[in-house]
């Protein structure tokens, strides 16, 4: 199996990318050419973190349980959400177990642990 190269664009909307800017951005316009895209639906809520944590879980809002930047915390307390909310396997964590090298670039604070690769 060959290389594969993710990327994830938020908080842009698509028609922005693929039509309107599509000849302003040529190295994003060769990425598309060379490559595979397709336009993903959200989550529900439609939020970032959310979205995200659902992508690299594959799983559902309601079955991570983020549905938004914060949480409620056993006391009341409002908390922000970080990789301990998280209480599944990621993306890369099954790709580790299979010997695949990964390199994911997020939000620091999604990310529980990576092994690096030069790209």
């Not at 909307?13 to 060379?34: G, I, S």
């Not at 336009?39 to 659902?54: D, F, G, V």
């Not at 998280?86 to 177990?97: A, E, G």
Request: charged share 25%.
């Amino acid at each position: 199996m060959g290389k594969v190269f993710l990327f994830g664009i938020d908080g842009t909307p698509p028609e922005l990318l693929f039509e309107k800017w599509a000849e302003e951005l040529p190295t994003f316009k060769k990425l598309r050419e060379k490559g595979i895209y397709t336009r993903l639906n959200s989550t529900i809520p439609p939020s970032t973190i959310a979205a995200w944590n659902s992508m690299i879980s594959g799983k559902d809002t309601s079955e991570l349980g983020i549905f938004s930047y914060t949480y409620q915390d056993e006391n009341g307390q409002s908390r922000l959400v970080s990789s301990k909310n998280v209480n599944c396997d990621l993306m890369w964590d099954i790709l580790d177990r299979n010997k695949k090298k990964t390199m994911p670039y997020m939000f620091l604070y999604l990310i529980r642990y990576a092994k690096l690769m030069a790209v």
